[in-house]
């Protein structure tokens, strides 16, 4: 599975961004996916998760709320809205087991797209 992120960028505080995570293969279908955030300086923490049919999603705390995780069964998507500072990163997609993703750990993973949030 190839991974690849689009919809990044630079967007004043309280604005909108809608993340893509492009999928091929034929395993992507059936596994989760998920949303990683790496702040400059810190490490790369898990943003929200989804179950590979949408049955069950997570978000962290810090966008829960404000995110929402959504897939078919080619992409998955991040609508990240009320966007802070705090916001900005490197968001990166990935693709593996549900409950591994939770732990930190997804298999598959994309090259990453730029978010800043201007105050």
């Known amino acids: 599975v190839q991974l690849e992120e689009t919809g990044g960028g630079l967007v004043q505080a309280g604005g909108s961004l809608r993340l893509s995570c492009a999928a091929s293969?034929?395993?992507?279908?059936?596994?989760?996916a998920g949303w990683f955030r790496q702040a400059p300086g810190k490490e790369r923490d898990l943003v929200a998760a989804?179950?590979?049919?949408?049955?069950a999603t997570y978000y962290s705390d810090s966008v829960k709320g404000r995110f929402t995780i959504s897939r078919d069964s080619a992409k998955v998507y991040l609508q990240m809205n009320s966007l802070r500072p705090d916001d900005t990163g490197v968001y990166y997609c990935?693709?593996?087991?549900?409950?591994?993703?939770?732990?930190?750990?997804?298999?598959?993973w994309g090259p990453g797209t730029q978010v800043t949030v201007s105050s």
């Open positions: 990935t693709s593996g087991w549900y409950n591994k993703i939770l732990t930190g750990f997804g298999y598959y």
């Open positions: 293969g034929d395993s992507f279908s059936r596994n989760g």
């Open positions: 989804i179950t590979w049919n949408s049955d």
